[in-house]
């Protein structure tokens, strides 16, 4: 079982930057992949980001690329997103999840663990 808890969502202008972190308890952290998804008012959850089990390999969706970076601290049990060039379209509640495995994946339903999510809202 793994527990995961987001931090460091908020209120920014559009333009800024915040850096999102999930912890996660357990002691296979290093053997898991992790990704990033978020879900606005009134539509569906999406996906962001996923890295794989030792950081070497990343996965985007299209609309954040060159702005989001996912990053892993498995000494930490920590998953990062850092968020650039923030814009209104990027307001959601973003979720980590994890899944023991050594692949990677876009799809929500891959994932066995869901954080509570941090609430991201960006203003014009």
């Known amino acids: 079982q793994v527990q995961l808890v987001e931090s460091g969502g908020g209120l920014v202008q559009a333009g800024g930057s915040l850096r999102l972190s999930c912890a996660a308890s357990?002691?296979?952290?290093?053997?898991?992949?992790m990704g990033w998804f978020r879900q606005a008012p009134g539509k569906e959850r999406e996906f962001v980001a996923a890295?794989?089990?030792?950081?070497?390999?990343?996965y985007y969706t299209d609309s954040v690329k060159g702005r989001f970076t996912i990053s892993r601290d498995n000494a930490k049990n920590t998953v990062y997103l850092q968020m650039n060039s923030l814009k209104p379209e990027d307001t959601a509640v973003y979720y980590c999840?994890?899944?023991?495995?050594?692949?990677?994946?876009?799809?929500?339903?891959?994932?066995?663990?869901w954080g509570q999510g941090t609430q991201v809202t960006v203003s014009s």
């Open positions: 357990g002691r296979t952290f290093s053997s898991y992949a």
């Open positions: 890295i794989n089990w030792s950081g070497a390999n990343t």
């Open positions: 999840a994890a899944v023991s495995s050594y692949g990677l994946n876009d799809r929500a339903s891959w994932y066995d663990y």
